[in-house]
């Protein structure tokens, strides 16, 4: 779906190595996705959305503040400048656009929604809770993060005003991640349906601790131990009864 390819100035391509390499990446890319990638689309924009809200709302807590307005000298030897939220200020928001697409990379991995299992979905690698993640069922590595990394660049290419006209909003309060994200994947991008953008976003399973496995491991073994009794009480009474 995206080609990558290494142009000069002049738009025509120059190294054979720059285009392998450049064709090697846009094969990987397409190895994530096919054409039917709707539920990838949509679970991308959602947790580019998720991250870009908690930087500013992150920010927002810090308290800062920046100039804004004219520093133009009027008539009357005043300027018109005003304290602004920094966490919403044009510099502010900015500077998270950029960073964004970098900062959600190399975080996530896809696997089939346990509620939807024909609907796959982006699980980020590491567990809120600070447990170990059992990551084995999760599609991750390199194309991946190439994948991931493309669709939010061309999410914020494309809708980068509107973005940050979102994120600007305070009257009468600034939207919540949820709403943030409704607006900006469901409204202005258009790239999820209300059924997609409801799934959860959901948390990789837990790693089974070592004292789980040798709890697991003695109670197959007394299981097993069990049968054995029962077979060999099986077999005295036939014996008996011969």
């Not at 510099?91 to 900062?103: D, G, K, R, V, Y």
């Not at 447990?131 to 991931?148: F, I, K, M, P, Y």
Request: hydrophobic share 35%; with cysteine.
């Amino acid at each position: 779906p995206y080609s990558v390819l290494a142009r000069s100035h002049s738009g025509l391509l120059t190294s054979p190595k720059l285009l392998a390499a450049s064709l090697l990446l846009a094969v990987s890319v397409v190895s994530v996705s096919g054409a039917n990638d709707a539920d990838l689309v949509c679970s991308a924009c959602r947790i580019v959305a998720r991250q870009l809200h908690q930087n500013v709302e992150n920010e927002a807590n810090e308290g800062r503040t920046v100039d804004s307005g004219s520093f133009r000298v009027d008539s009357k030897g005043n300027q018109r400048v005003t304290k602004v939220p920094y966490a919403r200020s044009d510099t502010h928001l900015t500077n998270a656009l950029e960073t964004i697409c970098e900062q959600v990379q190399s975080s996530w991995g896809h696997s089939p929604h346990s509620s939807q299992p024909s609907i796959r979905s982006f699980v980020p690698l590491t567990r809120t809770d600070g447990q170990a993640a059992d990551t084995s069922r999760l599609t991750s590595g390199s194309s991946v993060d190439n994948w991931l990394r493309m669709r939010c660049e061309s999410l914020l290419d494309d809708h980068e005003e509107a973005t940050k006209s979102l994120l600007q909003l305070s009257q009468p309060k600034p939207l919540t991640m949820d709403q943030f994200e409704r607006q900006l994947c469901l409204e202005t991008a258009r790239v999820c349906t209300e059924p997609l953008i409801a799934l959860p976003i959901e948390e990789p399973p837990t790693l089974p601790s070592a004292a789980t496995d040798d709890k697991e491991a003695k109670t197959e073994e007394a299981t097993a131990e069990s049968a054995s009794e029962e077979a060999a009480a099986h077999d005295d009474s036939a014996k008996t009864e011969l």
